[in-house]
């Protein structure tokens, strides 16, 4: 049994009255593990028969979620193909409320390390517009990573304070996602720091942070839209209370439901989910971008595209010397700074200026069929991802998307026989 705070367990033994003990129980049981499949890249049945992965159960409240009991989940040759993001299962449950859609304006305003905002990329299925944003630098570079090995395709990242990005896009989403930073009563079990930081005072902080957040929220909702309202805890601060208060001072809003998992109900470590739904209100448009494409840049690159891909990218855009393909509703994002285009990164032109070369982020958004590919076993998939050069019986050399039982893992450079190895050196196990 671990060591929970006494303030803690006196606030949760008045709570909860005759299930407390239940409630004290769970936490001497292991931490219970998830994963959830993505179904950008593989259906779930498929996922089912190749899947390095032992499972154990469906998750109730994720149609693609599994729990398993394995260790090293972030280690396989599968999860670094973007098969599977590796999740807590109650933190599964937030992202399908939301109920996202092909062409809708979604915005994941909390979004590090990415598990939810992944989910709905997976909804949106490359339509519409999904912002992801993070407060924190080095949580935002996670973000970023997780949205390119998941091989989501209309994300924009952002590394702004709420504040600033809903006023930028005041009234313009359909749906937001708020999964709140909060005192994280249900990562006791997961995270060494969760305990030593969890404190009255920080509860009380994290309620205040959390209504900032909604506010923020509340000013880039459109009307008729509808927000999610998650965490990971349990006080009534940072959840039911928050949400009563939000509604108080929020007449145009109605609640819809709400849900509170706790470890000795379900199997998970616990969260929070409120789905509200906003009545009134403008829905507004932000303006197109109106980028220019260097000519020689995109020449290069259609040349390297005839050469390389089975198929074809119509509207392809230049942003900071990268070339993007995007769909026609990529809104103009150009005065964030660092902000990631809404699209695919293609890569761009070679020091010298002579040649293309193509973007990690490009070979993790393409299937087996839109490529030429070199196939691997998974020993030469894990030497691979170590940096390794490999052989390869290619009739013609040039640029090959290496994959693992279809799913490409990044670019080699075939040359005489020889894969020379074009991963990311800061992607190398």
Known sequence: MIDLPEEFLQRMKRDLGGEYESFLASYGLPAVRGIRVNTLKISKREFEKITPVPLDGEVPWEQNGFYT??????????HAAGLYYVQEPSAMCAAPLLGAKYGERVLDL???PGGKGTRLAEDMRGGGVLVLNEIDFKRHLIL????????VTNAVVTNLSPERLCSYFESYFDKILVDAPCSGEGMFKKEANAIPEWSVKNVQLCAERQKYILNCADKALAGGGKLVYSTCTFAPEEDEKQIENFLKNHPCYVLVSSEKLLPHRVRGEGHYCALLEKKEGSRADLKMPSY???KAALAKFREWEGATLKISFDKVIEENGKLFAVNGETPDVSFINGARVAGVCLGGLSADGKRFEPSHTLAMSLKRNEVNCVEVDEKTALNYLRGLTFNCDCALNGWKAVTYMGHPLGWCKAVNGTAKNHLPKGLRI
Not at 144 to 151: A, K, L, P, Q, Y
């Open 144 to 151: 970023r990573s997780n949205v390119e090995r998941m091989g």
């Open 110 to 112: 909390c979004s590090a």
């Open 292 to 294: 220019r494409v260097n």
């Open 69 to 78: 009991n394995a260790g090293g989940l972030g280690k396989s040759v599968a």
